[in-house]
């Protein structure tokens, strides 16, 4: 069966003149950025020829089409954005030139960024379950949310009347359960329900326990999976940046990069040292949802001294 193609309203074209720095509904806007490059050349005369915003649609398909065309050097007749979505990718389009044959002659890996002109100050480039870190990459001995139950989440629970005198899970059925953000379990069902209550105690207990952890642990931290990832990530990938008046596309030279070590740790992020490479790397350690609350996560992020 076909999917179904939802094409954006003409006014959400007025996102692209904005700069979203409203967290509260940054990633829904974002949503609507990237459903509009999706549908970029699906667009019809209503969206073109509209009264109030034609001209900004015809303004930005324009520049769009000139950034993206630069990274063909062969001929092609056509372009095809495909969107793809969830962390199981580490893109946001993939672009496909056709040629007149309908051959395809290069695909391209893209990733969106808003408000954006260069990857130095993007918000991240990758980011990655606390889960995962450990298992997966083998990069700490012992999680985050490991040493969160360990150590904090009783004065999280104590923090805020409402908790105080419900049970806290196994430990193993916490760390099962800490990364869902639907927070079906009840403990966590709970925990969500009471959010707003006493939300300054609970951040500074989530804070504190982000400090304690790096000051413990940093140390001790193996990069060399997280670096293959980095490279594996990043690899024949462009970055497309509008910076609310053009686009501006950039590319890394990421394959032979090493980390060298950690050259600073602070309160909520330590920064290490790359090799072969223009930037170092700042790594952030935060919760997505709700401070103390569910889905801890490490986020990276490009820096330049």
């Not at 990655?128 to 629970?157: G, H, I, P, R, T």
């Not at 760390?175 to 953000?181: A, R």
């Not at 927070?183 to 326990?209: C, D, V, W």
């Not at 060298?260 to 700042?282: A, M, P, Q, T, W």
Request: with cysteine; glycine share 2%; proline share 2%.
């Amino acid at each position: 069966m076909p999917k179904i193609r939802i094409l954006p309203d003409v006014n959400d074209i007025e996102l692209f003149k904005c700069a979203g720095k409203d967290k509260s509904n940054n990633d829904e806007f974002n949503k609507i950025r990237e459903n509009i490059i999706a549908n970029m050349y699906h667009i019809d005369s209503d969206f073109i020829d509209d009264p109030m915003y034609g001209s900004d649609w015809r303004n930005i398909r324009e520049k769009f089409t000139t950034a993206i065309s630069s990274l063909c050097e062969l001929p092609f007749s056509k372009i095809v954005i495909s969107q793809l979505g969830g962390m199981s990718h580490n893109y946001d389009f993939l672009l496909s030139f056709l040629d007149d044959n309908k051959k395809v002659t290069k695909e391209v890996k893209l990733e969106f960024k808003h408000n954006n002109s260069d990857v130095k100050d993007l918000v991240q480039f990758l980011e990655l379950y606390d889960k995962d870190v450990k298992q997966k990459f083998e990069m700490c001995d012992v999680s985050y949310a490991e040493f969160y139950y360990d150590n904090y989440l009783d004065q999280y629970m104590a923090s805020d009347s409402q908790l105080s005198t419900i049970t806290k899970p196994s430990k193993e059925e916490y760390l099962k359960n800490v990364y869902d953000i639907k927070y079906k379990h009840p403990f966590f069902t709970l925990l969500h329900e009471n959010k707003g209550s006493e939300m300054k105690k609970k951040r500074e207990i989530a804070n504190q326990s982000v400090k304690k952890y790096l000051e413990m642990y940093a140390a001790t931290f193996n990069f060399n999976k997280i670096t293959e990832k980095i490279k594996e990530s990043q690899k024949d990938k462009v970055f497309l940046m509008w910076d609310c008046e053009n686009f501006h596309t950039q590319t890394l030279d990421i394959q032979n990069i090493s980390i060298s070590g950690i050259k600073k740790v602070d309160d909520l992020y330590f920064d290490v040292s790359v090799d072969n490479f223009e930037y170092d790397i700042r790594v952030r350690l935060n919760w997505g949802n709700n401070n103390g609350l569910a889905n801890p996560r490490w986020k990276f992020t490009f820096i330049h001294f």
